[in-house]
């Protein structure tokens, strides 16, 4: 028997215009006036006009028509020449829904709250530098390594945060070489790695010899020129920005160039500096930025700096710096804005990047877990910034709890399930779902309310702005089209 | 408060994709959605939260009732196989037992 179909299966003559085919699972949002995003279960897209839309789903569209070949070849319909389609597409849900079996990999402890720093915008409403009382205690290190270890994930990321991380070394020290030797007595022990959030502002040769000796990376604030990044992020000296970059020359001759990332945060201030910001990360050798607006935590709400500006101008800032990206990409300089490659990674491939706050189920406590300076368990690194405001929604429980009490505490299980985007009112008709994701603690903190109210969530308003923009230009622009899927494929 | 009433046959939209209409613009309006029987209208009486955009708000409900109908049609084609593939994808994962119960413990 011929391995083959025969001739006439391929044919695309009259005889099989009218083929009988069957709607496979797909969403779609209107994009622009007559044409509408659809995606398939798997968050592969195609734009559809009005016309075909209806034609499709009432069943007339023909076998001939470009749009149905289109349709057939992203799993969006079946018929008799495709009817792998629903095993393809299972097997594209399973890939990207992968990380959900593993649980948790990122464990974030929180070694200090003590900071050099007092920049208005910090999330972390830090304390000044002199209080021992806010230091992470050696019984809580250590039950947070253990709790930490328990994970069934095999990829493990221990992350330092503070305040100023480096401000406690000898609690990062104990941590890294404690977890280090626990998890080589494992009967199977599982790829750990570190990371320290820093400022760079105190960082010595010594730290840097024993971040050499573990493999750590370090990952810094940047937030623009000199003048920018001093005016947002004031300590002693007013010299933050030449402890930075001095950071980062030191870190890359001691560690390598690429273990060093930046962060920027936008401030009102930053507002018009878009293309200054990412000229200086240019000049300082990064390969890309990642814009982030403020988060409405900590003493960002209490020096009113995260109403300073709104979604609009943010977004603006943001398509701003985006499009100049592409323009220089255009003559050859090769850069990549991170949270348009994180949702490119989602709408052009299988995989699931894992961005915390584009995860459906939520990423709280699946994708991150926080241990405290004072031994609280969070489920997110926001969780604790809105615990350190007085509100303690979000608190798993204490490193002192079992792995078992902690994740299955019912705030946290009823956060995920109300903020489920896949049943979430309007998320559910959304053809964004599967590139977007649930962010409870977000839209509790703006709107006590865990799935939010969508017509009031500037979570998906600028989201929804960012995708719209992403599909626009890349269906407008061949280059674009071409940068976007390098930027989804990390190449 | 400015009020406006519009009405949707039965035969051609259902109630479910009225109100999920109505829902997306909840930021414009509130809505009191009435039928008295299966077959009978679906009526709304829409009341704007700002005056002077009735005819925008009446066009825009219009549209968005016909594409909640359209979700509905692909919603309830496609539930079998949706079932099938969500099925499938995490039939490895231990998140769904053989008889289709959730696990009894969730890590």
């Known amino acids: ?491 | 408060m400015a009020q406006f009433t519009l009405e949707f046959d039965a035969k051609g939209y259902s109630l479910l994709a009225v109100q999920k209409a109505c829902h997306r613009y909840s930021d414009q309006a509130s809505f009191e959605i009435t039928q008295t029987s299966e077959t009978s209208p679906i009526q709304i009486i829409v009341f704007l939260r700002l005056a002077g955009s009735e005819e925008t708000l009446a066009q825009n409900l219009r549209i968005e009732v016909l594409d909640q109908q359209m979700r509905e049609v692909v919603r309830v084609e496609t539930a079998g196989v949706r079932n099938l593939i969500l099925a499938h994808a995490f039939s490895r994962t231990g998140l769904i037992r053989e008889d289709g119960q959730p696990p009894e413990i969730l890590i």
């Open chain 1, 1 to 491: 028997m011929s391995k083959f179909q025969p001739i006439t299966f391929y044919s695309k003559e009259p005889g099989n215009v009218s083929e009988q085919y069957q709607l496979l699972p797909f969403r779609f949002t209107r994009f622009e006036d007559s044409s509408y995003v659809a995606t398939n279960i798997a968050g592969e897209y195609t734009i559809l006009d009005h016309s075909t839309l209806q034609a499709f789903v009432n069943h007339k569209l023909t076998a001939t028509d470009p749009a149905y070949i289109t349709l057939r070849a992203k799993h969006f319909l079946s018929d008799s020449h495709s009817q792998m389609g629903p095993d393809l597409l299972a097997i594209k849900v399973r890939t990207r829904h992968e990380r959900l079996a593993h649980w948790t990999g990122l464990h974030i402890f929180v070694l200090t709250l003590r900071c050099e720093h007092s920049c208005p915008y910090c999330q972390v409403s830090r304390q000044s530098e002199d209080k021992d009382a806010f230091d992470m205690s050696l019984q809580h290190a250590e039950r947070g390594i253990a709790l930490a270890l328990e994970s069934p994930n095999l990829n493990i990321k221990i992350e330092f945060q503070g305040g100023e991380s480096f401000l406690s070394f000898d609690m990062m020290k104990f941590i890294v070489e404690t977890a280090t030797v626990l998890n080589a007595k494992l009967p199977q022990p599982k790829n750990l790695s570190f990371v320290a959030a820093t400022n760079l502002a105190v960082i010595t040769e010594e730290m840097l010899d024993f971040c050499a000796a573990y493999n750590i990376d370090i990952s810094t604030s940047l937030d623009g020129p000199r003048d920018l990044h001093n005016k947002n992020r004031p300590r002693p000296g007013k010299d933050s920005y030449e402890r930075t970059i001095a950071g980062i020359d030191l870190v890359r001759k001691r560690l390598g160039r690429d273990k060093v990332n930046a962060l920027m945060t936008t401030t009102l201030a930053s507002l018009p500096l878009v293309r200054e910001i990412v000229d200086e990360y240019l000049t300082q050798g990064f390969k890309g930025i990642f814009f982030r607006p403020l988060s409405p935590y900590g003493f960002a709400i209490k020096t009113k700096f995260f109403r300073a500006y709104n979604a609009e101008q943010w977004l603006k800032f943001y398509d701003d710096g985006l499009d100049y990206i592409i323009e220089l990409n255009r003559y050859g300089v090769d850069f990549r804005e991170y949270y348009a490659a994180t949702i490119l990674t989602k709408m052009l491939t299988s995989q699931d990047p894992g961005y915390v706050d584009l995860m459906s189920p939520a990423g709280i406590g699946l994708g991150a877990v926080i241990y405290n300076y004072d031994g609280a368990v969070y489920a997110s690194d926001e969780a604790r910034m809105l615990a350190e405001m007085g509100d303690m929604t979000f608190k798993l429980g204490t490193v002192e709890d079992s792995f078992e009490t902690l994740f299955t505490n019912d705030v946290f299980l009823m956060a995920l399930e109300e903020s489920f985007a896949y049943s979430s009112p309007q998320c559910n008709d959304c053809a964004f779902e599967p590139w977007c994701g649930a962010d409870p603690v977000f839209h509790w903190g703006q709107q006590q309310d865990f799935s939010g109210k969508k017509w009031e969530s500037e979570f998906c308003h600028r989201n929804m702005h960012i995708f719209k923009g992403l599909v626009s230009r890349m269906e407008t622009d061949p280059f674009v089209k071409n940068l976007f899927m390098r930027w989804a494929n990390g190449c």
